[in-house]
T-cell receptor, first 114, second 112 residues
Framework: AQSVTQLGSHVSVSEGALVLLRCNYS??????LFWYVQYPNQGLQLLLK??????LVKGINGFEAEFKKSETSFHLTKPSAHMSDAAEYFC????????????FGKGTRLHILP | NAGVTQTPKFRVLKTGQSMTLLCAQD?????MYWYRQDPGMGLRLIHY???????AKGEVPDGYNVSRLKKQNFLLGLESAAPSQTSVYFC???????????FGQGTRLTVV
């Protein structure tokens, strides 16, 4: 069974600094991996996803993530944080079986310091 | 394009009361889900459906029932609300279980 671990329930970075949100997964088969973002009082929306192919995935709002099979990781990065990036971020995993459920991590709240 | 619409957006219930949350999607998705979100717990799957007329239990199904009489609608019922069911509830839909899920705006439920 798959599982997801997000390191750090809260992360604070200064505006303009690098954003790094960590996600490790466990899966017995090649995974599908997702990052979702949730702004205050809203539902989740997809930032980016990895299914197959290129391991560096680019998403919306300047975010990207790299699938590293050897490290079972899918960390989310953005070179320069903006105040509008303050939100909660969820990593999620499923496998290639179309009837397998997506499992979400517990989330990381990103705070941007002026 | 409405996507996934949840009603109501807010509700306060007294312990023991019942209610139904409605989720509607206009993307012709087969798969629909109900999650609850609690601080520090992330998203937990309550029930899901893989098509019209089908339902299945998720991670935390106790105290909830669901129905999928029409493909576009997925209803979540609380027969006898308890304070432990105070939460934010999200509905989502997707083309397949392992593809991108589209979420509604959420329903904030308080049980007093």
């Amino acid at each position: 069974a798959q599982s997801v671990t997000q390191l750090g329930s809260h992360v604070s970075v200064s505006e303009g600094a690098l954003v790094l949100l960590r996600c490790n997964y466990s899966s017995s088969v090649p995974p599908y991996l997702f990052w979702y973002v949730q702004y205050p009082n809203q539902g989740l929306q997809l930032l980016l996803k990895y299914t197959t192919g290129a391991t560096l995935v680019k998403g919306i709002n300047g975010f990207e993530a790299e699938f590293k099979k050897s490290e079972t990781s899918f960390h989310l990065t953005k070179p320069s944080a903006h105040m509008s990036d303050a939100a909660e971020y969820f990593c999620a995993v499923s496998d290639y079986n179309r009837d397998d459920k997506i499992i979400f991590g517990k989330g990381t709240r990103l705070h941007i310091l002026p | 394009n409405a996507g996934v619409t949840q009603t109501p957006k807010f509700r306060v219930l007294k312990t023991g009361q019942s209610m139904t949350l409605l989720c509607a999607q206009d993307m012709n998705h087969e798969y629909m889900y109900w999650y609850r979100q609690d601080p520090g717990m992330g998203l937990r799957l309550i029930h899901y459906s893989v098509g019209e007329g089908t339902t299945a239990k998720g991670e935390v199904p106790d105290g909830y029932n669901v129905s999928r009489l029409k493909k576009q609608n997925f209803l979540l019922g609380l027969e006898s609300a308890a304070p432990s069911q105070t939460s934010v509830y999200f509905c989502a839909s997707s083309y397949a279980m392992n593809t991108e899920a589209f979420f509604g705006q959420g329903t904030r439920l308080t049980v007093v």
